[in-house]
């Protein structure tokens, strides 16, 4: 009886197609978080801060160049294109997107099955993401900078 009453008072949100990526068992708390963000969009890069005040510097801190939006941070970033290329290599990916709707849509598509090489490839995804943000932070607020070579051996290790 209390369920179908919940049922019919509970405000539903948007249903969302990856939700159950987001939100799978492959990743700790604080990845999930960071991956939840980025599928909305939402992460505070730099071109979304300057929107409401005003920054001194927009470069993006990996490769002090471009300025920092979503897809120079997954993919127009030679940095991040690095550590990206070595993940689509090691997952065995003869292509991955190079702007962020496109690989939003291609790990959605990947992530439909429940084999073992799915997990793996979705255990690898959410580390990019959350360690290529991590180093972004961490050139933020000025701790120790690693390279590329670091960052996957961090992604790997976690994984």
Sequence with gaps: MSTKIWSVIRERGQIVVWALLVWSSKAIPR???????????????????RRYMAILDNSFPLCEVNEESINHL??????????WDEFVLAIGLTSFPMIWQGIKEAVLTR??????????FICGFTLVIYHTWSERNAR????????????????????
């Design 140 to 159: 933020i607020y000025g701790r120790v900078q690693r390279t590329t070579i670091e960052v996957w051996n961090d992604v790997k290790t976690d994984c």
């Design 111 to 120: 992530a439909k099955s429940k084999k073992f090489p799915v997990s793996t």
């Design 31 to 49: 990845q999930r978080f960071i991956i939840w963000l980025e599928f909305w969009e939402r992460p505070k890069t730099r071109d979304r801060i």
């Design 74 to 83: 997954f993919r127009g970033c030679p940095f991040t294109k690095l550590v």
